[in-house]
């Protein structure tokens, strides 16, 4: 049975959602970046790399509010500062001048950042006997695992 976030500490709660306010930072800027990709993507593939960015940063942007409720959820306080979501996001900003082939790749290794990044909020939230934002993580992780697999299958021949 699944701990209300009530019954664990405030020192838990805490480590809990300064994983997810990584996740959150992450999340955000990904959003941004495929965002970005979406509105310069150009080449032969430019249909379906248009739509699949999009794809991706409509899911993303969803995202960010399901993580960020989650630690409003459990008390503690999300960060929605873009310039501190930059500073504290392992994925960086990106110009949108990249070749298509550059982009997916870019955006290829955000989603694998993610889906580490959401396994460590994973572990974090298992120690601590906090199983609603387990399952949030390890779902979230999945969604970016098969971003990366569809990006990169674009990169095949």
């Not at 630690?71 to 500062?81: F, K, P, S, T, V």
């Not at 387990?134 to 990006?151: C, N, P």
Request: glycine share 4%.
């Amino acid at each position: 049975m699944a701990q209300p976030a009530s019954d664990i500490s405030q020192s838990a709660r805490e480590a809990i959602a300064e994983a997810l306010n990584q996740a959150v930072a992450e999340t955000a800027v990904t959003t941004m970046l495929a965002q970005n990709f979406h509105w310069n993507v150009k080449g032969m593939s430019f249909g379906p790399l248009h739509d699949l960015f999009q794809t991706i940063y409509e899911d993303h942007f969803a995202a960010q509010d399901d993580l960020a409720e989650r630690i409003r959820a459990l008390d503690c306080h999300a960060e929605g500062r873009l310039a501190v979501m930059l500073d504290k996001s392992k994925v960086a900003e990106q110009d949108g001048h990249q070749a298509a082939t550059d982009m997916i790749r870019i955006l290829e290794q955000a989603q694998v950042q993610l889906a580490s990044t959401l396994s460590g909020v994973e572990h974090v939230a298992s120690d601590n006997g906090d199983t609603l934002t387990e399952d949030l993580a390890i779902e979230r992780g999945r969604v970016h695992e098969k971003f990366a697999w569809m990006l990169r299958a674009h990169l095949q021949d």
